[in-house]
């Protein structure tokens, strides 16, 4: 028998992708904020969809820089991920108070997470109507690069290496751990 879910976390059941760290520039001071809400539109061009709230520091940071980067943390940084969501980057420098290293990436001036497993470098593409409307922030991506022992075509989540992590809602995360077919 199914029961009915709150309309609050009906996302739910299609939102677990990886938690991403988004990294970029406002007035050259670094922002390094978790992202759930999340999704691929296109990969020809290859094109992504974070849906970000228009008070958070990273909103404000993208629109000034006109690009940013999509960093997976991996499973060992599961404790920071949280921490990360938890403070503004208007108030504090989230590289330094956690300590984690801020590399330039290789096309946009925003910088990339050291550690990071996988790193997607983006361009802003300006629209309006989704930005505003909706919040959501469309980046051409124009570099991408990952560990090799961890992405191959695809997250090798049966190799017993550092793995992606999923957020499943409030403070829990799970790891993708078994491939079935
Ligand atoms: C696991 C996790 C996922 C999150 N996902 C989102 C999201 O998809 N969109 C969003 O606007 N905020 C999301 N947040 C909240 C922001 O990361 C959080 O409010 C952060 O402190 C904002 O930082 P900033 O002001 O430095 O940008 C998430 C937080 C966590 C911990």
């Known amino acids: 028998m199914k029961r009915p879910i709150p309309l609050s976390i009906c996302y739910r059941f299609i939102g677990p992708g990886p938690v991403v760290l988004v990294s970029s520039l406002y007035d050259n001071k670094a922002a390094l ?27 404000k940071a993208i629109l000034q820089t006109k690009d940013f980067t999509v960093n997976i943390p991996s499973s060992d940084m599961a404790d920071t991920v949280r921490k990360l969501g938890s403070v503004s980057g208007a108030k504090v420098d989230k590289y330094k108070k956690f300590r984690l290293a801020k590399e330039p990436s290789k096309k946009v001036l925003s910088p990339s997470l050291g550690g ?28 991408a690069e990952a560990e090799e022992e961890v992405f191959t075509d695809r997250w090798l989540v049966e190799s017993s290496g550092p793995k992606p992590i999923h957020h499943l809602g409030g403070k829990i995360f799970c790891l993708p751990d078994k491939k079935i077919v």
């Not at 497993?117 to 989704?130: H, M, P, S, T």
Request: glycine share 4%; aromatic share 10%; charged share 25%.
């Open 33 to 59: 904020t978790p992202i759930a809400w999340h999704m691929p539109i296109s990969d020809d061009p290859p094109m992504i969809a974070l849906e970000i709230w228009d008070k958070h520091f990273i909103y």
């Open 116 to 143: 990071a497993i996988g790193v997607l470098e983006c361009k802003l593409r300006r629209d309006k109507a989704l930005l505003t409307k909706y919040n959501i922030v469309l980046g051409d991506v124009v570099h």
